[in-house]
């Protein structure tokens, strides 16, 4: 079955940078589109930044110039890099593997997430 295994997270100081890893096995093709999501205490999880199949990206208003997502489809990892760090970046990080090449949809392999802690 498809997998996410997520990696990288923990506790960085504002200003700082951090990568996060995901990990997918079970997957036959390797081209859907990867969005990584977060989630902080009391609020919706909200999408931080997506790429497609074929690389296009997209980005939370919030996060733009800071951080960047990625993709290795040989190695089947995908990766967020956090850049500028800020506090109200803090939350857990969750990667998502879509159903879709082209589009992120509400659909798709979810990691089991992973605690990034911004201290100021």
């Known amino acids: 079955q498809v997998q996410l295994v997520q990696s990288g997270g923990g506790l960085v100081q504002a200003g700082g940078s951090l990568r996060l890893s995901c990990a997918a096995s079970?997957?036959?093709?390797?081209?859907?589109?990867v969005g990584w999501y977060r989630q902080a205490p009391g609020k919706q999880r909200e999408l931080v930044a997506g790429?497609?199949?074929?690389?296009?990206?997209t980005y939370a208003d919030s996060v733009k110039g800071r951080f960047t997502v990625s993709r290795d489809n040989a190695k089947k990892m995908f990766y967020l890099q956090m850049n500028n760090v800020k506090p109200e970046d803090t939350a857990v990080y969750y990667c998502?593997?879509?159903?879709?090449?082209?589009?992120?949809?509400?659909?798709?392999?979810w990691g089991q997430g992973t605690q990034v802690t911004v201290s100021s």
């Open positions: 998502k593997y879509d159903t879709r090449w082209d589009t992120l949809t509400e659909s798709g392999y």
């Open positions: 790429i497609t199949g074929p690389g296009t990206t």
């Open positions: 079970g997957i036959s093709f390797t081209l859907n589109a």
